[in-house]
């Protein structure tokens, strides 16, 4: 079975959208509910709606994605309102919440209000969008990464997560790892896109996207190595009662085992699901359990965290 537990949530499915993926809408928010997954994550919401950034501004590449979104969304509010109509015909069933702020000092006004709702589930505090003009991505500043979420647990007393960038040097794992450990963290979500790739189009020598001069996030195969890397690093330096959502570059059941073998709880997909649509879930989900009969395994407790190094 696939069934797998995050914190004190349980799931049917190991697999869930990564936000940005079929999660903007009511009706998208819906379809996820009726398809395999074990859970869903709105698109990242922020204080106020917002029409993000021109298009063309997501593209499908050979291995892959690119985007430069801008946190296209109907506003927090919108998406509070679906949790919580959400969870009164599907109890038992926990969902996420995404929220980013614009600014640092959004962060604890987005917290305040989840917090006064009547949301009952999981709250993804995205500090890694790499796509606002002008907006570094919060999670490569640590002493803002910190002052967030001394700011954001002042108030909130949810399940909480936080969702990060790729990290490229075992430092940087440490030093952030030391961090998240300091704060009463449910889990992180590892990993956002990689930040500002670039695709150029060899017949007419142009970029794929309009937004940022066509500089983009990456996701999908491009992304693989990357994400089982961070989901390994960051498994071996934080708290044992912080989960692991593993995103990236998940496109076969066996990256997702791979993903599990180093660490996570749940499984999240992006650019597969944004290319393939929601079948992704179920052919997935047969590759999984393929995979784990071959391995001789009948549970995902039995091989999370189980890599072998030489
Ligand atoms: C957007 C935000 C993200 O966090 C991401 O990984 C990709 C795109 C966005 O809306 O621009």
């Known amino acids: 079975s696939l069934t797998t537990t995050l914190g004190d949530y349980a799931f049917q499915n190991v697999f869930m959208n990564a936000s940005g993926v079929h999660c903007q809408t009511e009706a998208e928010l819906d379809q996820l509910a009726a398809s395999p997954a074990g859970t869903l994550v709105t698109k990242t919401g922020t204080l106020?709606?917002?029409?993000?950034?021109?298009?063309?501004?997501?593209?499908?590449?050979?291995?892959?994605?690119?985007?430069?979104?801008?946190?296209?969304?109907?506003?927090?509010?919108?998406?509070?309102?679906?949790?919580?109509?959400?969870?009164?015909?599907?109890p038992g069933r926990p969902?996420?919440?995404?929220?980013?702020?614009m600014k640092p000092d959004d962060f604890p006004l987005l917290a305040q209000k989840i917090q006064d709702s009547?949301?009952?589930?999981?709250?993804?505090?995205?500090?890694?969008?790499?796509?606002?003009?002008?907006?570094?991505?919060?999670?490569?500043?640590?002493?803002?990464?910190?002052?967030?979420?001394?700011?954001?647990?002042?108030?909130?007393?949810?399940?909480?997560?936080?969702?990060?960038?790729?990290?490229?040097?075992?430092a940087q794992f440490d030093q952030v790892a030391a961090i998240l450990n300091r704060y009463p963290l449910t889990l992180i979500n590892s990993i956002n896109s990689?930040?500002?790739?670039?695709?150029?189009?060899?017949?007419?020598?142009?970029t794929a996207i309009k937004p940022k001069g066509g500089f983009g996030g990456i996701g999908g195969q491009y992304a693989k190595p990357i994400a089982l890397a961070n989901v390994r690093a960051f498994r071996q330096r934080?708290?044992?009662?912080?989960?692991?959502?593993?995103?990236?570059?998940?496109?076969?059941?066996?990256?997702?085992?791979?993903?599990?073998?180093?660490?996570?709880?749940?499984?999240?997909?992006?650019?597969?699901?944004?290319?393939e649509g929601l079948g992704a879930f179920t052919r997935l989900s047969s590759e999984l359990e393929s995979e784990m009969a071959k391995k001789g395994y009948t549970s995902l407790a039995e091989f999370r965290g189980q890599l072998k190094t030489l």
Not at 136 to 165: R, W
Not at 256 to 265: D, F, V
């Open 48 to 90: 106020e709606a917002r029409a993000g950034n021109p298009e063309p501004r997501f593209a499908q590449l050979a291995l892959g994605t690119i985007n430069s979104m801008g946190l296209p969304n109907l506003g927090i509010d919108y998406y509070i309102a679906y949790a919580e109509r959400f969870q009164e015909k599907h």
């Open 95 to 101: 969902i996420f919440l995404s929220v980013a702020g």
């Open 118 to 170: 009547g949301f009952t589930g999981l709250t993804e505090f995205n500090l890694s969008c790499p796509n606002v003009p002008g907006k570094p991505q919060i999670a490569y500043d640590f002493d803002t990464t910190e002052a967030i979420l001394a700011a954001i647990f002042k108030v909130f007393k949810k399940p909480a997560g936080v969702k990060l960038p790729p990290y490229f040097d075992l």
């Open 194 to 206: 990689l930040g500002n790739g670039l695709w150029i189009d060899p017949a007419t020598d142009t």
């Open 238 to 275: 934080l708290r044992g009662d912080i989960s692991i959502i593993g995103t990236g570059g998940v496109t076969t059941g066996r990256d997702a085992y791979e993903l599990i073998l180093c660490g996570a709880n749940l499984v999240s997909l992006g650019s597969i699901l944004a290319t």
